[in-house]
């Protein structure tokens, strides 16, 4: 069951918001804007201007600009031989095969992680007597890294970075399983990272990776950003290109113009019986994404990627901003007509 946000009330004819590409491939839900544009235009003989959304400026910034240079030191083949006492001998083998150096993203943060943990306790190893100095500078050195490795993965990580990009379309439709499994699976990566980056510890990687793995499968968050970025963009435009309904279609003197009740049927049936709600919905589902979205923020430590994500927070803001200055000029014309909204 839908729960509205907004809602165009009869008494006092009052907006309320009660919460706080080239063009798309696939308009999706904000083709009903289109469609009462185009019902609006014809019944007024106003020209044929469009509201299309372009590509939203909006985007994640690219891997390259992100990327931090991260001095990596080696460990000799016999030095390391002489590490088997602890496990730091093994990861070091570990990140040396082929397979270790694919790791890339939050695996290559992860692995870093884990590095200086095995510092630390090989060198309280009592077997280290021999390589204790070496090992601390290793430790030193790894530490001084460390943000930049983890600047690297939100960098190039791509579960991550589809989850917060922009997407190509609108949503179809507003799907709650498919929202759930999207939103639940960034709110338990961000807690995990979180853990992680306070401690400087990190245990097992698979629940992070799990997670990361089905933010990469899902279009959910994507195509909601677009949908509200796309949503506000063609609220704007409407408003602009028609800022007060004409007075010439007000109903004066108990006479109700034909073009009033075209009008009224148009509102009715597109935006408040179709639009109202799917527009509650979207704010709804973005607001429960703000903590996360803010936590997110605060981790990120390139200050780009963190001007970024907060301006993902701001959408819900924008989207009713958007609808509220839509629906004024609406309020006015249904009061001069004596209309009740959402009834014919």
Not at 36 to 58: G, Y
Not at 186 to 195: D, G, K, N, Y
Not at 224 to 248: A, C, N
Request: one cysteine or more; a neutral charge.
């Amino acid at each position: 069951m839908k729960r509205s946000v907004l809602i165009f009330r009869s008494f006092g004819y009052a907006l309320v918001a009660l919460g706080l590409s080239a063009c798309s491939d696939d308009q999706g839900l904000t083709e009903y804007a289109d469609a009462l544009h185009s019902r609006v235009q014809s019944t007024l003989k106003l020209p044929n201007n469009s509201i299309e959304a372009p590509k939203p400026q909006l985007q994640y910034p690219g891997k390259r600009p992100l990327t931090r240079n991260i001095e990596r030191r080696s460990m000799g083949l016999l030095e390391s031989l002489r590490l088997n006492h602890c496990q730091l001998g093994q990861l070091i083998a570990e990140n040396n095969s082929s397979l270790g150096k694919l790791k890339d993203g939050f695996s290559r943060y992860h692995a870093d992680l884990n590095m200086i943990q095995a510092l630390k306790k090989c060198i309280e190893h009592p077997e280290s007597t021999n390589v204790k100095d070496k090992l601390k500078e290793a430790l030193v050195h790894k530490e001084s890294q460390l943000q930049n490795s983890l600047a690297n993965a939100f960098a190039r990580d791509d579960g991550l970075r589809k989850a917060l990009s922009v997407g190509n379309n609108s949503l179809p439709k507003i799907h709650v399983t498919e929202y759930n499994y999207a939103v639940n699976a960034l709110e338990r990566f961000t807690r995990i990272l979180e853990r992680w980056s306070y401690t400087k510890e990190a245990d097992a990687p698979d629940e992070l990776i799990e997670m990361l793995g089905r933010l990469e499968r899902s279009d959910y968050l994507p195509d909601l950003f677009r949908t509200m970025l796309d949503y506000s963009y063609k609220l704007e435009k409407m408003t602009e290109l028609l800022p007060e309904v004409p007075k010439s279609v007000y109903c004066q003197n108990g006479k109700v113009p034909d073009d009033a009740l075209a009008l009224k049927e148009a509102f009715n049936a597109i935006y408040l019986k179709e639009m109202q709600s799917d527009i509650a919905e979207l704010i709804e589902q973005h607001q429960r994404l703000l903590m996360t979205l803010e936590n997110l923020a605060g981790i990120a430590p390139q200050p780009e990627l963190k001007a970024y994500i907060a301006e993902l927070g701001t959408l819900s803001k924008k989207l009713t901003d958007a609808s509220v200055h839509f629906v004024r000029p609406w309020q006015k014309f249904y009061s001069a007509c004596d209309f009740t909204p959402g009834l014919d």
